[in-house]
């Protein structure tokens, strides 16, 4: 698989992690679940909702519109194609839907006909990415941090854990 295919999975699942973060936060303070590592509902088990179930909580908050709606549906079903197709040769081989994902992002995000197929589709992934992370980031209310000029969102909390965790690797 080619260097930009990789990058771009990353690219997908860093901000599906951030936006799953977002989301689990946003929903533990709805629900007054105040430890949501160990919650039955939120937390890292068998029985915790999956990010499927994330995103649908939010599409049926009704506070989207259709465009948004498709926006963060297609993000979803893109997740699990990448997640089915990890041993795919390119990155447009990772789209094997019948929901034709690709040709909605290509319709969303028009392209030169100049570029392949392949780099029309990964630019308008990016798209995507940084649209959902806005979404989230507005319906949740939650800081974003801008990286490489996508923007995510952090809980505040994480950030130290995260600072911790690289400051202990880095500094030993």
Known sequence: MVNCEVNIRNEFFIS???AENMITTYLSDKLKIKDIVGSKLLGNNDESINFDQK???LLESEKFSI???SKLSVFREIYRELMKTKNAETFE???TSSDSNDDFLLILYPQSDLISREE???NACLQLIDEVSQLI???TKKPEIKLRKR???LNPNL???ITFLFTFLFLK
Do not use: M, R, V, Y
């Open 93 to 95: 081989d990772c789209f």
């Open 55 to 57: 995103i649908e909580l």
């Open 67 to 69: 465009i948004d709606n």
């Open 151 to 153: 923007i995510f969102n």
């Open 120 to 122: 029309k589709l990964t």
């Open 16 to 18: 599906a992690l951030f």
């Open 159 to 161: 950030i130290g854990k």
């Open 137 to 139: 980031s507005n319906f």
